[in-house]
C-alpha cells in the first residue's frame, strides 16, 4: 500500500512540475511570426529587430515588442473640403501602406497607424483646396499620384512606406450635381447638331461635285437616268431625238418598238 502511495504522490509531483515549467516557458518564450518583426527592450533600451523565430528572454530584464510587416489597407472617411473657387466637395481615400522600418515605426511615433491616417487627411484636403472644380472633374484621374506623392513623404520619416492611394468617393452639392447634368446635356445636344451639319455639309458638297460633272459631261444625266429605270423596270422614258423626229416610246424590257412605216393613203379617195 505504501509502494502506490508513493508512486501516486511522485505522479502528482512530476504533473505539477510540468504544469509549473509549461507556465513558466509560456512567460520565458516569445514567438514571432513570418508576417511579424520583433523589437527586442534590454532594460528598456531598444537593442536590435528579431527576424522570424523562437527566442527566450526573462521578462523581467528583456521585453519583445511584435510588429505586423504585411500590407494593410486604411480608408479616410469623406472630408468636407472648400476647393479654390469655395464649393465644398465631400471626398474619400482609399490607401495601401506597409511597414519597412518596424524600429521607426514604434521609435518614432507614438501611433503610426493614427499618423498615417492623419496624413492622407491632410494630403486629400491639400489636393481638393488647391483645385477648381473644373480641374478636379478634368483631372481626376491624376489625384492619386498626387495623394501618394504629398502622403507618402511625409509618412517616411515614421517607417512607412506609402503603396497606393486612391479617391474612393468625390461627391459634389445636389445643385452642381444638376448644373454639371444639364452641361453635359447641352455638350450632347450641340454635338449632335455639328454631327448633322457635318452630313448636311457632305451631302451639298456631292451634289455641287455631280452639278459640275453633268456641266462637263452632260450625257452622265442619261447614264443616270438608265441606271435608274433598270432599277425600277416599267417606266416610259423618251431620249433625245432631233427636232422634228417622232419620240418612239419604251415600255419595259420587253416591249420592241414598232419601227414599220405609217400606212400610205389609197389613190383614189
Given at each position: 500500500?505504501?509502494?502506490?502511495?508513493?508512486?501516486?504522490?511522485?505522479a502528482a509531483l512530476a504533473i505539477l512540475a510540468l504544469a509549473v515549467a509549461a507556465s513558466l516557458g509560456s512567460k520565458f518564450?516569445?514567438?514571432?511570426?513570418?508576417?511579424?518583426r520583433g523589437l527586442r527592450f534590454s532594460r528598456g533600451r531598444f537593442t536590435r529587430v528579431l527576424d522570424p523565430g523562437v527566442y527566450w528572454s526573462l521578462p523581467a530584464l528583456v521585453?519583445?515588442?511584435?510588429?505586423?510587416?504585411?500590407p494593410t489597407r486604411i480608408v479616410v472617411a469623406g472630408q468636407e473640403v472648400l476647393s479654390a473657387d469655395g464649393v465644398a466637395v465631400k471626398g474619400s481615400v482609399m490607401a495601401t501602406y506597409q511597414v519597412v522600418e518596424p524600429q521607426k515605426a514604434v521609435l518614432a511615433s507614438d501611433d503610426f497607424r493614427a499618423a498615417v491616417y492623419s496624413e492622407l487627411q491632410l494630403a486629400l484636403r491639400a489636393v481638393i483646396s488647391e483645385a477648381r472644380i473644373d480641374d478636379l472633374l478634368q483631372q481626376r484621374a491624376e489625384?492619386?499620384?498626387?495623394?501618394?506623392?504629398?502622403?507618402g513623404e511625409k509618412v517616411r520619416p515614421f517607417g512607412v512606406e506609402l503603396q497606393d492611394a486612391s479617391m474612393r468617393d468625390l461627391t459634389f452639392p445636389g445643385e452642381l450635381k444638376k448644373i454639371f447634368t444639364q452641361v453635359v446635356k447641352a455638350r450632347q445636344e450641340g454635338l449632335a447638331a455639328l454631327e448633322k451639319a457635318r452630313g448636311e455639309t457632305a451631302?451639298?458638297?456631292?451634289?455641287?461635285?455631280?452639278?459640275?460633272?453633268?456641266?462637263?459631261?452632260?450625257?452622265?444625266?442619261?447614264?443616270?437616268?438608265?441606271?435608274?429605270?433598270?432599277?425600277?423596270?416599267?417606266n416610259?422614258?423618251?431620249l433625245g431625238m432631233p427636232p422634228g423626229g417622232t419620240p418612239i416610246p419604251v415600255r419595259g424590257a420587253s416591249a420592241a418598238p414598232d419601227?414599220?412605216?405609217p400606212d400610205e393613203p389609197s389613190e383614189g379617195r
Amino acid at each position: 500500500m505504501d509502494l502506490i502511495f508513493r508512486f501516486l504522490v511522485v505522479a502528482a509531483l512530476a504533473i505539477l512540475a510540468l504544469a509549473v515549467a509549461a507556465s513558466l516557458g509560456s512567460k520565458f518564450r516569445t514567438t514571432i511570426f513570418e508576417y511579424e518583426r520583433g523589437l527586442r527592450f534590454s532594460r528598456g533600451r531598444f537593442t536590435r529587430v528579431l527576424d522570424p523565430g523562437v527566442y527566450w528572454s526573462l521578462p523581467a530584464l528583456v521585453r519583445i515588442q511584435r510588429v505586423d510587416v504585411r500590407p494593410t489597407r486604411i480608408v479616410v472617411a469623406g472630408q468636407e473640403v472648400l476647393s479654390a473657387d469655395g464649393v465644398a466637395v465631400k471626398g474619400s481615400v482609399m490607401a495601401t501602406y506597409q511597414v519597412v522600418e518596424p524600429q521607426k515605426a514604434v521609435l518614432a511615433s507614438d501611433d503610426f497607424r493614427a499618423a498615417v491616417y492623419s496624413e492622407l487627411q491632410l494630403a486629400l484636403r491639400a489636393v481638393i483646396s488647391e483645385a477648381r472644380i473644373d480641374d478636379l472633374l478634368q483631372q481626376r484621374a491624376e489625384i492619386p499620384a498626387r495623394l501618394k506623392a504629398i502622403a507618402g513623404e511625409k509618412v517616411r520619416p515614421f517607417g512607412v512606406e506609402l503603396q497606393d492611394a486612391s479617391m474612393r468617393d468625390l461627391t459634389f452639392p445636389g445643385e452642381l450635381k444638376k448644373i454639371f447634368t444639364q452641361v453635359v446635356k447641352a455638350r450632347q445636344e450641340g454635338l449632335a447638331a455639328l454631327e448633322k451639319a457635318r452630313g448636311e455639309t457632305a451631302a451639298l458638297r456631292n451634289l455641287a461635285n455631280a452639278a459640275q460633272m453633268v456641266e462637263r459631261n452632260p450625257a452622265l444625266i442619261q447614264l443616270r437616268l438608265l441606271q435608274v429605270l433598270a432599277q425600277q423596270p416599267g417606266n416610259t422614258v423618251v431620249l433625245g431625238m432631233p427636232p422634228g423626229g417622232t419620240p418612239i416610246p419604251v415600255r419595259g424590257a420587253s416591249a420592241a418598238p414598232d419601227l414599220s412605216p405609217p400606212d400610205e393613203p389609197s389613190e383614189g379617195r
